[in-house]
């Protein structure tokens, strides 16, 4: 008898999902833990396996249509058996057609291209949406590119642009003519991926959280310098390192900002989950050190460079985005003096860091060029009080400002 394939449900907060790629395709044989589809949640992409022997007899719904979790979205089945099912409703706005794809992978290998021993057809080609997207754009052979990238097990993002790189550009064609339009070119790319997740966090933080904002300014003089004696030929300690290390510790003597909130009331957390805010082409993401305020420096700047590492490579788990009780987001890279960040619901506050400037200041009866950046702190004012915010800001500003003593005694 056939077997249900049905849309997970792999978060708590999850209510719908959307098929991003069917890795089997009806008729294909299916073993126990092959992955047969890839699903975006409302945190990230992740491949499914399955949990039944047989061929996938029946694929419910298409690619990018959104369907409630718990419907039945495929069948698995022995060759021969007839399936007659029809596809789950979902929303019509929900199931347009997408034109771009945007996603987070949980497991993709990078591929290390080799030369192929002999030409794939197009029928044993795995590769992404949005691979299969950039080829058609770039007019590449999809065959091509696949069998240039073997061993990879499925075609991604990155490898096109590899071979991009690798092949020979032609030369660029010119013209005495010159096109105007008549209208303005635009462009239009739906709400999907990272991207919807990003703008449906941001509007229920914008519309539900009432926000304050304080700024402190920071002498980054002696962080620099520590951050200098730390640093080794084996370890790379960063400002963001240093400023996670003191704001874990900080959190610890102020558990009104290490919180979450429901429509009941508010969770304090005695352990600080810290979220580093992470940029990445398709959009922001904040993956999770647990337990940050138990690791030592060392382990914590390991940490968070593992965790950056794997969002850039598509490596994240559902695990290592969840469970957040306070964020650090940075804009050092870039010339912003100060911003008002917005907070990751459902925590209660989030740090912002700005770049570092140089500012003139008057010591000793002597101008001295000093290196300052700012904190930015927004806070629900539901769930906490200025008072105490602005008791956290100024010790953590305090700590940055002399900060040796405190890496010393723990």
């Known amino acids: 008898m056939a077997k249900e394939v049905l849309m997970p449900k792999l978060s708590s907060t999850m209510e719908t999902g959307y098929v991003t790629e069917w890795i089997k395709h009806e008729g294909d044989k299916v073993r126990v833990g092959d992955p047969i589809f890839e699903v975006m949640t409302d945190k990230i992409a992740i491949e499914v396996e399955a949990y039944d022997e047989g061929v996938l007899l029946k694929v419910l719904v298409k690619e990018n249509e959104v369907v409630p979790v718990n419907s039945v979205i495929a069948y698995i089945g022995q060759p021969g058996e007839v399936i007659e099912a029809t596809a789950p409703t979902v929303s019509k706005e929900e199931t347009k057609e997408v034109k771009e794809e945007i996603k987070v992978e949980a497991v993709t290998p990078t591929p290390t291209p080799v030369t192929p021993s002999k030409p794939v057809n197009i029928k044993d080609v795995r590769a992404t949406p949005a691979a299969r997207r950039l080829v058609r754009e770039k007019g590449l052979d999809l065959a091509q590119v696949f069998a240039s990238m073997q061993p990879s097990p499925r075609l991604v993002v990155a490898d096109v642009v590899e071979y991009m790189n690798q092949k020979p550009q032609s030369q660029p064609v010119t013209s005495t003519s010159v096109v105007t339009p008549s209208v303005d070119e635009t462009s239009f790319v739906p709400w999907k991926g990272i991207r919807k997740l990003v703008k449906e966090q941001m509007v229920k933080s914008a519309s539900t959280i009432p926000h304050v904002t304080l700024h402190a300014k920071v002498d980054a003089r002696e962080l620099l310098k520590l951050k200098d004696e730390l640093t080794s030929s084996t370890q790379k300690i960063t400002l963001t390192h240093l400023i996670a290390y003191f704001t874990s510790r900080t959190l610890l003597n102020h558990p009104g900002l290490n919180a979450r909130t429901s429509e009941e009331g508010i969770t304090f957390v005695k352990s600080v989950n810290l979220g580093i805010a992470t940029a990445l082409e398709e959009g922001l993401i904040v993956p999770v050190v647990h337990h940050a305020d138990k690791l030592n420096l060392t382990a914590l700047a390991n940490s968070i460079s593992t965790l950056a590492s794997k969002a850039r490579k598509n490596e994240l788990t559902l695990d290592q985005l969840k469970g957040g009780t306070f964020t650090i987001t940075s804009l050092g890279a870039s010339k912003v003096i100060h911003f008002n960040p917005i907070i990751n619901f459902p925590e209660v506050a989030i740090l912002g860091v700005s770049t570092i400037s140089d500012e003139l200041?008057?010591?000793?009866?002597?101008?001295?060029?000093?290196?300052?950046?700012?904190?930015?702190?927004?806070?629900d004012h539901r769930a906490i009080d200025g008072s105490p915010a602005a008791a956290?800001?100024?010790d953590l500003v305090g700590v940055c400002?002399?900060?040796s003593h405190v890496i010393l005694i723990q």
């Open 361 to 379: 200041r008057l010591e000793n009866n002597q101008v001295v060029n000093v290196p300052v950046f700012n904190f930015s702190l927004s806070f």
């Open 392 to 394: 956290f800001l100024t």
């Open 401 to 403: 400002e002399k900060p």
